[in-house]
């Protein structure tokens, strides 16, 4: 299907024009053999620089290729610098004004949720961002989602690195590449959820905030969604992606294919047990989300989730598997 590549970033349409348009002329011109063979070579080498300064090149990239885990790391970098960022936090909203300002420049459009909910620290506001590409309105068939909070604690100074930053910034990268497609990209919804990380401890009550309020405004459009995948905790050096057992069956097979055909498969197993995370509202009211988390990861929820623990590679590698998986399988 032509539409699953992309035109490599370098060839520039004004170059295949030119290109086209000087095959044309030859082909209008009959003049005699020695002068058509005196004139071959120059001719020639004056296409192959044409083709050289326009960038014009005859093979396609698959779009998945375009995926930089180094553009990626550099939005993780750029939210840690920002400091703590739990719910609530003037840092967490300046995270928001950097999210939709980046989504904007791929020409993504970002609505903000604001809603309130009771906590162990009381009332507290989170503010979920849904974006769409360009000014679509009518319902997205799937949901690309990642947590951008980071988990409140009071002893330490926890930046969240690669819990909380690691899967945003790969959504940000992941906004770039699929506009190079607007097709694809107008069926797809990105989420980042507020309120992931319980103030206290994980229970039915504390963490989740952001994607039950989700899921509880979705509940009737939940039809149109095939599907959908959350990202947390990607961005290991040591990526080692973690799958729950109870993870939708077509989709956890679709990502091992997907990391299969990127001989990337070595990097991601089943977990040990099962994983509730942002992905289990979703999956409540009949959306089938997998959630990829490299659940493997010692400094997890302390001060040491810094940004040397995670690296561009991993987050490439996901972000690649991933957009694989969307373009061959569940949107194809
Ligand atoms: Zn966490």
Redesign the pocket.
Known sequence: MLSAVSVSAGCKPAGRTDCKSMFRTARYFNPPLSWRIWNFFPRALGLAALVSVYGCSFRTAPLWEEFSGAKAFGHVQHLVELGPRPAGSEALEKSRIYIADQLKSFGWTTTRSEFSASTPRGMMTFVNLVARFGNQEGPAQFLLCSHYDT?TFDAIRFVGAN?GGSSTGLLIEMARVLAINPALAAKVELVFFDGE?AFENFTATDGLYGSHHFASELRELAKNFRGGILFDMIGDKSLQVTLSPDSPIDLARNIFAAADALGQRAHFTYFGGGITDDHTPLNEIGIPVIDLIDFDFPPW?TAEDTLDKISAESLEIVGRVALYDVMQFELK
Do not use: A, L, R, T
């Open positions: 988990k819990d990380e929820h």
